[in-house]
């Protein structure tokens, strides 16, 4: 059909495989603060030739100055003279720079191997519990895990116990999944093992203490055991 492609890869970038030009992706965006472990506020952008191509003909106006890809291509140096539209923010950009020092050092593929794992021993434990993921296997994002909140469990009053005796912090569900499910984290220098235990050693302890039809004493030992096999 000849159409472009994009991809959202706000929580993918440095935590699973994204190979841009291999793909042949015309257009993909992300963001600083989840797997590249930096401060928020940059967004990271690609553009094919393909895709610029078609920026440079558009033949409607773009509505927002300040998102015309034109103009900030031009401000990139991207043109017979580099123009002015913005100050860039160049402390968050050092940061960047240094998130990216810690990427190389590590190693993008080794990277990409920390965040299977760690979701891989996350999941183990969870559904040891008897938490079910919402998204089918296949199609789960090592860094997100969207498990299901057990029948008859007060997510608002679980999430506000974790954060204020266990000093952890768990996503709600958004929109119509709002109230189902919790989203638990593993980004970036987030995804650690102590992190790991230390979340499904709370949530353990909380799910039991209110009397949450779920299999206790469980997660840390399925956990464990991945752990050692990796």
Not at 28 to 39: D, E, M, P, R
Not at 170 to 176: E, N, R, Y
């Amino acid at each position: 059909h000849n159409c472009l492609t994009i991809v959202d890869a706000v929580t993918s970038l440095a935590g699973t495989p994204l190979k841009v030009d291999e793909w042949q992706i015309d257009a993909v965006y992300s963001g600083t603060q989840k797997c590249l472990s930096c401060v928020p506020g940059i967004a990271p952008v690609s553009f094919s030739e393909r895709a610029q191509h078609h920026i440079r003909n558009r033949t409607h106006k773009v509505q927002s100055w300040f998102l015309d890809m034109n103009l900030i291509m031009g401000y990139w140096g991207q043109g017979a003279k580099r123009a002015y539209h913005h100050t860039a923010p160049v402390n968050a950009m050092y940061a960047l720079h240094e998130a990216l020092l810690m990427v190389r050092e590590e190693g993008i593929e080794n990277a990409w191997a920390r965040h299977r794992r760690n979701h891989e021993a996350l999941r183990a434990g969870l559904e040891a519990m008897g938490l079910s993921f919402i998204v089918d296997e296949a199609h789960r994002l090592p860094q997100l895990n969207a498990v299901s909140i057990p029948d008859g469990v007060d997510d608002a009053a679980v999430r506000s116990r974790l954060l204020k005796e266990h000093h952890l912090e768990i996503g709600a569900g958004l929109g119509d999944l709002a109230g189902k499910v919790w989203r638990i984290g593993l980004m970036g220098y987030s995804s650690r093992i102590e992190n790991i235990t230390g979340c499904l050693g709370a949530l353990d302890a909380v799910l039991a203490d209110m009397g949450a039809p779920v299999a206790h004493g469980v997660a840390l030992p399925a956990a464990e055991k991945v752990l050692a096999a990796a």
